[in-house]
């Protein structure tokens, strides 16, 4: 599919940013998305195909303005929900009371 | 100002820290992942992959010319035979840099990137200016890294594929005649690997 990620050869996106001395990890939560990415291809939810097309699929002002991380987050939940593994509805829920539990 | 912050909210996902820790803790929960495997594989990643490995793949194909030419015929098996193999790394192509050739490579789909020589690729390598740009003016991208590519060098962009990986063998300096395989693979930098940059010179 030529969705937005199919971004070679488009004009308008400005000059290569490079950032020097980068780290490997931004954020912590960064190295957890990896690892689970990984751990996740091991246990065989998906293969490569699986587990590009909902990055293929994303909105794409998500997809433009998001981390490579946060890409991953979408379609390793997007696979373990088709998988039967997880409900949309659940991590909805312990998102929010993760969210509740730092506010407090 | 406050507009534009409001609707980038609305866009990226909130807390996705958070987000992350739900999901794994839900995975862990219904036995999908084991938490202690994910440390490891973060520990994996800090402290076995890296562009030093695909450095001491490169200084070898400088110091030994059978290996050169294994490494440029089967990418796969020479780079295996050093032990660098694995997730992102199953296919792999050596491109040689020659005094009229200049390799640079993208992915302009996705990141798709050579873990195991490589390591992780930095932010630019993954973002749409890279990915637009280098295929369309390359010789414009090699510049802002401050690599300026004679006219009379062919530039090569070659861009990567969900099952195939690239890995640029950069020219060896001058002057490097007396150093040995490991001093050589110091020169070797990540940029000069993936071909936004060339291999350091002993005196730099």
Redo the contacts between chains.
């Keep these: 599919m030529n969705g937005i990620h199919d971004v070679g050869g488009k004009h308008g996106f400005g000059p290569v940013l490079v950032e020097q001395n980068e780290p490997y990890f931004h954020e912590e939560w960064e190295g957890r998305m990896l690892s689970m990415m990984i751990a996740c291809f091991a246990a065989g939810i998906y293969n490569v195909d699986q587990f590009r097309h909902p990055i293929e699929k994303m909105d794409p002002r998500h997809y433009l303005m998001s981390s490579y991380y946060e890409k991953w987050l979408c379609t390793v939940e997007q696979n373990c929900i088709d998988a039967g593994i997880v409900t949309r509805a659940e991590v909805d829920a312990r998102h929010a009371q993760l969210m509740e539990g730092k506010a407090a | 100002m406050t507009t534009d912050n409001h609707s980038?909210a609305n866009?990226?996902?909130?807390?996705?820290?958070?987000?992350?820790?739900?999901?794994?803790?839900?995975?862990a929960e219904?036995k999908?992942?084991?938490p202690a495997?994910?440390?490891l594989?973060?520990e994996t990643?800090?402290t076995q992959m890296g562009p030093k490995n695909g450095a001491k793949v490169v200084a070898k194909a400088w110091t030994d010319p059978k290996y050169r030419s294994w490494l440029l015929e089967d990418g796969t098996a020479a780079i295996k035979s050093l032990g660098y193999i694995g997730?992102q790394g199953e296919n792999m192509v050596a491109l040689e840099n020659t005094p009229t050739v200049h390799n640079v490579v993208?992915c302009?789909?996705?990141?798709c990137y050579p873990w195991p020589t490589l390591?992780?690729p930095?932010?630019?390598f993954?973002?749409?200016?890279?990915?637009?740009?280098v295929?369309?003016e390359p010789r414009s991208?090699l510049k802002?890294?401050g690599l300026d590519v004679p006219d009379d060098v062919e530039v090569r962009v070659w861009?990567s594929t969900?099952?195939l990986r690239y890995l640029v063998l950069p020219m060896r300096p001058s002057g490097t005649e007396n150093l040995t395989e490991q001093e050589l693979a110091a020169l070797v930098t990540r940029d000069s690997m993936i071909g936004t940059g060339v291999a350091q010179s002993p005196s730099h």
Excluded: M, N
């Excluded at chain 2, 866009?11 to 995975?27: F, M, N, T, W």
């Excluded at chain 2, 302009?108 to 990141?111: D, H, K, V």
């Design positions: 980038h866009v990226l996902i909130p807390e996705v820290g958070l987000r992350v820790k739900a999901l794994e803790s839900l995975l219904k999908a992942i084991d495997a994910l440390d594989i973060i990643f800090e997730v993208v302009t789909l996705c990141s390591g992780l930095p932010i630019w993954k973002s749409a200016p890279y990915r637009a740009r295929v369309i991208v802002e890294f861009d969900a099952e």
